[in-house]
Structure formats: C-alpha cells, structure tokens
C-alpha cells in the first residue's frame, strides 16, 4: 500500500527502488512508522482519567490511587512478572520513566473557572504579522517604545525570558526583571530532560511570579521567544504540560484578580534578532553551565520526542547503508556540503522543493534513483 502511494505521488517506474522513492516523498517506512504509533501508544496511557479500566492493571504508582485488580502486575510474583509478555507491563515500564505531568481535573480546567473566561480583555499577546525582515522590523521598533514606556512607569515592569538547552539534555530557564531602566533581578533555574517549549514556560514562570509579587506593580510586558509556550497557559485542553503551568496559571489569576487595573502583555522577540536586553538573557544562558543529576525521569514530551528522534535516527541510518535504496541513488549536499539525509518532517528533505509540478517531481525522480528508459533525456 505504502509503495502504491509513493509510485502515484512521484510519477516512478513501478520497478524503481522503494527505498530510494520513499526516501524522497518523506515517507518512513511502515515498520518504523508502526514503532512510533505502538511508543505513542504506551505514553498515551499517562494521560487517562483515575476512573480508566487499565488504572486497575498497573502498578502502585501509576494507578492514580486505585485499588489494584486481582490480576495486576503489582500483585504477579517476581517469577510470573518476567515471564509475563503483556502491553500492560510495556506501559508499566515506559510510564516508570516519565514524570507525571497530567492533571486534568485541576479547578483551573474547569467551565467557569478558567482564566480565559474573566481576565481575556487584561491578558494580550503581540507577534509580527509576517516574518519578513520589514514586518520583524516594525515589530520590534514597537517593542522598543513599549519597553521604554514601562520603565518611565512606575507602576509597570517588564520580564525577558530565554532558555537553552544543552547536548547533555540539561535546559537553563533565565529571567530578568526590569524597572525604572535597571535590571533589579535576574533568576536562573536548571531542569534534566525537558523539551524547548517546556523550557521556556520556566523561565517565564521564574520571571513572571516575582514581578506579579511587587506590590505596585500593575502592568507587566512579558519578552519571549515562544508565544506558543505561553498561549498553553490560556488553554483548557489535557495537554502535557499542565502540571508545569498550573503554579503559573494560578499566580496570574490571583494577580489579575487583586485589582482590576492589572494587566500582562505578552511581546514577541526571537533570539536571532539580538535585541539588546534579549541577549543579555541569552548570553547568560549560553554561559551557564549544570552538570546533570542521573538517573532523571524524562518528561513526556521529551520522550515523545526522543522516541520520534530515534526512529528518524535509524531510518536515516538503514538508508546509508542499503541497496534497496538503488544503487546509483545520488547525493546532494545543503549549503554547509553535509549529506541531505531522509526525513518525514515538513514534506520530507526534496518533495517541497520539487514538488511543484508533476513533470518535475518525476523527472527528479527518475534522475535521483538512475532509473529512467534509455534516451529519455536525448
């Protein structure tokens, strides 16, 4: 079935490599692809309610305070748990390697209850309407008046927020407050084994929590690099990172609360950018080092993600070295004369740059895998 579909989007003989096809449509393999459906699959099971049936059969500690069934693997003897080949004990061994994260019966989450539905009109996020260079400008010449307006107010503050996140897998959360055109404050926290997005929500929790504590402060401009991180704040859905913004959540619906005239703007300032006071937060953050703490339970999108990336790390891998993938299949190099390798991410490594049109997706095609009919290009 997977082949059928790369020889219709390519336009390929149907004798061509599929490997080598596949490699180029940015279609994984179908073995791998089931890997990664089955590992989603066992972390899916972090996010169920306590009521859930399969509560029952895991261990003590992922029961989510259920009694255990007769036929649990906590009540199996050591004998009978290693014999035993169940789904249940995959899920009981991928969820010993996971934080608990999910907390969806939180009162935040409740209808009624939830910040977006009292404080919508004192929360504003502000992002440039294109990322063209002229549109990224005007952007940030407006950011310059607003940082500028908060610091001659002293009834407002401004929190710029940055993180990083080494190879060793160690994340440094930075923040800085500023006030009356100094900088009063800097934070900095450390976490092992977290994603980028989750990364940002601490700093900006390290920065936004002190600031919304000064007692004459009511208006606060929030600088980040990642509006989506804190738009997760405003939503209501079970998501991965509710117990790591629900301290957030809370402290901005007591702080919005406490007077009427309290306010908190969101600005958008990428990294690359290097707006002056950004990158006194990101060169601190570069700078910073920790060394990581093991063992360290992963958080749940990061091994969501490191199970994504080791698919993707084999698949590239497996390809290198096969046949099937034709044996005069050409390599091309990016601009820093590196291999381009397969992927399944954004349309794949070639398709969104040939596919275009179907005479040149399949010209491509046949040139890249050296199957064409002889005189074809006479």
């Known amino acids: 079935m997977e082949r059928r579909a790369v020889l219709w989007i390519t336009g390929a003989f149907r004798t061509s490599p599929s490997e080598g096809i596949e490699a180029i449509t940015g279609l994984i393999p179908i073995t791998l692809y089931l890997r990664k459906l089955n590992g989603r699959h066992h972390l899916r099971y972090a996010s169920i309610p306590p009521s859930h049936a399969i509560n029952f059969l895991l261990d003590s500690q992922h029961a989510k305070n259920q ?3 007769k036929t649990a693997t906590s009540k199996l003897t050591a004998k009978q748990q290693t014999n035993l080949k169940s789904p249940i004990k995959d899920v009981n061994e991928q969820l ?5 994260c999910f907390n969806s019966l939180h009162s935040l989450f409740s209808p009624g209850s939830r910040i977006v539905n009292h404080f919508s009109s004192r929360i504003s996020f502000h992002s440039p309407s294109s990322f063209s260079d002229e549109d990224l400008y005007q952007h940030l010449q407006s950011l ?5 307006s908060s610091q001659v107010n002293p009834n407002s503050t401004a929190v710029i927020a940055d993180r990083g996140i080494k190879k060793s897998h160690v994340a440094t959360a930075a923040a ?7 900088n009063i404050k800097q934070l900095r926290v450390h976490s092992l084994n977290v994603t980028s997005i989750e990364a940002e929500l601490m700093a900006i ?3 936004l929590i002190p600031a ?4 004459s402060v009511h208006d606060i401009t929030v600088i980040t690099d990642s509006i989506a991180a804190v738009k997760k704040i405003l939503e209501s859905k079970v998501d991965p990172l509710q117990n790591m913004f629900i301290p957030l959540a809370f402290a901005i619906k007591t702080f919005l609360s406490k007077d009427g005239r309290n306010k908190i703007h969101f600005w958008y300032c990428p990294s690359k950018a290097e707006w002056p006071r950004h990158k006194l937060v990101d060169d601190q953050v570069k700078a910073s080092s920790c060394a990581p703490t093991f063992p360290s339970k992963e958080s749940h999108l990061f091994s969501r993600k490191k199970k994504c ?3 993707l790390c084999e698949w590239q891998t497996n390809f290198a070295k096969s046949l099937k993938k034709g044996h005069y299949f050409l390599k091309f190099e990016d601009e820093k004369e590196k291999v381009i390798k397969p992927t399944y ?3 794949g490594s070639w398709l969104p740059v040939i596919g275009f049109t179907n005479s040149l997706c399949t010209r491509f095609t046949r040139m890249t895998t050296s199957h064409v009919p002889i005189g074809e290009y006479r």
């Open 96 to 100: 010993n390697s996971v934080r608990n």
């Open 205 to 207: 929790r390290a920065g």
């Open 345 to 347: 991410a954004k349309g």
């Open 212 to 215: 919304m504590e000064i007692d």
């Open 309 to 311: 990336d080791n698919i």
């Open 144 to 148: 310059n008046l607003v940082f500028r």
């Open 67 to 69: 009694a255990p069934y």
């Open 176 to 182: 800085h407050i500023w006030a009356d055109n100094s």
